[in-house]
């Protein structure tokens, strides 16, 4: 049982090109998350998803695309990548609404992304 | 508009001793409040939560209390021990809502 899986650990982008960072779960979660975490600071809500199919935007969408065709994967797209973007990027995963413990959100390790 | 406000960016505390993390919010409508620890270079991991119906919740050196009339929570570790230095995030809920909303993080640093 790996958790929530994420990759590239790192990655360095030019301004102007585009990424996917991958975000993969094997707990059988319902809702996904996208978080940017820039220095200092908490945690910003990117997207978010409470199935497959079905996506929502959070505190900080511009920028960003996601997608959530199967249960397991929820990837982020920088289209055009921005200095702004730079920061570290979280993929979360929980069972969802339903009472305590159900809304507990697991963390995966992060994307550390620099645009110049 | 912070919701959810850990005014204490950093705290330092000796090895024994408690530690005393703070966070404050301003949204009556959350029910749910957690609080995650972050190493560097990791992701965030649950710590321990409470729920609006409780006003304590203990989890071995860990405990959660929730003052309601105040909108404050706060996190008590006892006692503290080196691997407890980390960022610590609280966090809370809306009810019916599917996002979290988080502090800024407060770092805690153990001394031995």
């Known amino acids: 049982n790996a958790g929530v899986t994420q990759t590239p650990k790192f990655r360095i982008l030019k301004i102007g090109q585009s990424m996917t960072l991958q975000c993969t779960q094997d707990?059988?979660?319902?809702?996904m998350y996208w978080y940017r975490q820039d220095p200092g600071m908490g945690l910003k809500l990117i997207y978010y998803?409470?199935?497959?199919?079905?996506?929502d935007k959070g505190e900080v969408p511009n920028g960003y695309n996601v997608s959530r065709s199967t249960t397991e994967d929820f990837p982020l797209r920088l289209e055009l990548a921005a200095p702004s973007q730079t920061s570290v990027y979280f993929c979360?995963?929980?069972?969802?609404?339903?009472?305590?413990?159900?809304?507990?959100?697991?963390f995966g390790p992060g994307t550390r992304l620099l645009v110049l | 508009d912070q919701q959810v406000k850990q005014n204490s960016p950093s705290l330092s505390v000796q090895e024994g001793r408690i530690s005393i993390l703070n966070c404050d919010y301003t949204?009556?409508?959350?029910?749910?409040f957690l609080w995650y620890k972050k190493y560097p270079a990791e992701g965030p991991t649950f710590l321990i939560s409470i729920s609006s119906i409780k006003d304590k919740n203990e989890d071995g050196r860990f405990t959660v209390f929730l003052n309601k009339s105040a909108k404050h929570l706060s996190l008590h570790i006892v006692p503290s021990q080196p691997g407890d230095s980390a960022v610590y995030f609280c966090?809370?809920?809306?009810?019916?809502?599917?996002?979290?909303?988080f502090g800024q993080g407060t770092r805690l640093t153990i001394n031995p």
């Open positions: 707990m059988n979660h319902n809702y």
């Open positions: 998803s409470v199935g497959a199919g079905i996506t």
């Open positions: 979360a995963s929980s069972y969802g609404a339903g009472g305590p413990h159900m809304e507990t959100q697991y």
């Open positions: 949204n009556s409508m959350f029910d749910y």
């Open positions: 966090a809370a809920l809306e009810q019916g809502a599917q996002k979290l909303v």
